[in-house]
């Protein structure tokens, strides 16, 4: 059985630290003057432009080392090492830092997602009345 590697993939990055930051792909393409549908090919690529990449990074926030370097195992990490005290708030083992609360982002995340079964409830019942 081979256990190979997985690749470098540079877009995956740039999409879920996206997704963390509560962004979607039209905020960022306009944040970069170009349309959703570049900033979907850019988070389907392997690789990137390094220019491209800091124009990317500071769109989301953070720094082009910080995308280079993000990995779940890193997320996990800091969610298991994770202290209250002010002093290490966002900040990760590979000292890259964090300008947000992943946890609230968790949280922000599960509401959206009952309020979105909620309306398909109350839509599903209008239905029903109405036949």
């Known amino acids: ?5 997985k690749p470098n993939h540079i877009g995956r990055k ?4 996206r997704e963390l930051r509560d962004m979607k792909q039209e905020a960022l393409a306009q944040a ?3 349309n959703q549908q570049a900033i979907s090919a850019i988070e389907n690529s392997e690789t990137i432009d390094e220019d491209k990449l800091v124009e990317i990074a500071k769109a989301l926030g953070v720094t082009a080392e910080a995308i280079k370097s993000f990995s779940e195992e890193n997320m996990i990490t800091y969610f298991n090492t994770f202290n209250d005290s002010p002093g290490n708030f966002g900040k990760f083992e590979s000292g890259s830092v964090c300008n947000f609360n992943p946890l609230d982002k968790v949280v922000e995340l599960y509401e959206r997602l009952v309020l979105a079964e909620k309306e398909k409830v109350e839509y599903l019942e209008k239905l029903l009345k109405d036949k």
């Open 1 to 5: 059985m081979s256990t190979a590697t």
């Open 14 to 17: 740039i999409s879920r630290i």
């Open 32 to 34: 970069l003057g170009t």
